[in-house]
């Protein structure tokens, strides 16, 4: 593992410089008893019991004050680093909350403060209008491809109503179904364009933990939005996508989400034995 969930950070200086053990939690879960059935392949109550455990492990870990951040995420391929084939996800807690999720719930509680709105609320709203970079949506869920994709085939997934902490929406047995379906859905869709790929979990920290931040934060569950980043690994000529954290993407979103929905066409054709239309 990862880290070690016995006892305490120990963060102590060295120079000027500040080290801590490696605290924390690193759990695996099993998503199939199939070895060569991957998340996109089983079926949709399938799907929603591996959610429920994601719930049930994200939420028991939330109960222990020394981490302020749970998350999940899953290596699909090996161009992502899949650890092991068997189909599988990671879930982490951590005594500290990750530099990219704190800087995206800071920006998140700045927009609040403007706008008195959250702001993937208001992403949300305008996905919904313009139809340009949607893949799917129903009445709960929404996937799309956000405007400024880091990667080609970037795709978010998120409720379309405001909910803060993915432990605590997806608590009943129907909401579990219906985002089971929409991410088997997305994932049959990208893995026919992009196979290997980084699913991560983007949830609300851990408001139990013991952390300065959150003592001045009144608004936080106002604020936040939970939801999967997916991040597709194209192997090219390039060897990273990003030089100095400045993100370089050929493939415009509108196109990548008509691509990806496009896709759906041909992955429902194979699923049935029928040949897609060209």
Same mark, same amino acid.
């Given at each position: ?30 998503? &199939? ?24 492990? =994200? ?27 068997? *189909? ?10 990750? /530099? /990219? ?31 340009? /970079?949607?893949?799917? @949506? ?7 491809? *956000?405007?400024?994709?880091?990667? *080609?085939?970037?795709? @978010? ?5 405001? &909910? ?37 979990? &983007? ?13 001045? @934060? ?7 939005? @939970? ?25 415009? *979103?509108? =196109? ?23």
């Amino acid at each position: 593992p990862i880290y070690r969930i016995e006892g305490e950070a120990q963060r102590r200086a060295e120079g000027i410089y500040d080290k801590m053990r490696n605290l924390g939690a690193h759990e695996i879960v099993i998503e &199939h008893p199939n070895h060569s059935l991957p998340l996109s392949r089983q079926a949709d109550q399938e799907v929603a019991q591996v959610l429920r455990a994601y719930v049930s492990r =994200v939420a028991d870990l939330k109960k222990d004050r020394r981490f302020p951040y749970v998350t999940l995420f899953r290596n699909q391929g090996s161009a992502a680093g899949q650890d092991f084939d068997h *189909p599988h996800t990671q879930i982490t807690a951590t005594p500290f909350i990750p /530099r /990219r999720i704190g800087y995206e719930l800071r920006s998140s509680k700045r927009y609040f403060e403007m706008k008195e709105r959250c702001l993937v609320c208001d992403i949300v709203r305008q996905e919904l209008t313009e139809q340009k /970079r949607v893949v799917e @949506w129903d009445d709960q869920f929404l996937a799309f491809c *956000p405007f400024a994709s880091r990667v *080609p085939y970037e795709i @978010w997934v998120l409720p379309v109503n405001h &909910h803060c902490a993915f432990e605590e929406d997806l608590t009943s047995w129907d909401r579990q179904v219906r985002c089971a379906r929409m991410l088997k859905s997305i994932l049959c869709r990208l893995e026919s364009l992009a196979p290997s790929y980084h699913l991560v979990l &983007h949830t609300s920290p851990n408001f139990e933990a013991n952390y300065e931040e959150f003592g001045n @934060w009144q608004t936080v569950t106002e604020d936040s939005h @939970w939801h999967f980043e997916i991040l597709p690994v194209i192997v090219s000529k390039s060897k990273s996508y990003v030089l100095k954290e400045v993100y370089y993407n050929a493939l415009m *979103p509108e =196109v990548a989400a008509e691509e990806l929905r496009k896709a759906g066409t041909s992955v429902e054709a194979r699923q049935s034995g029928v040949s897609a239309r060209p």
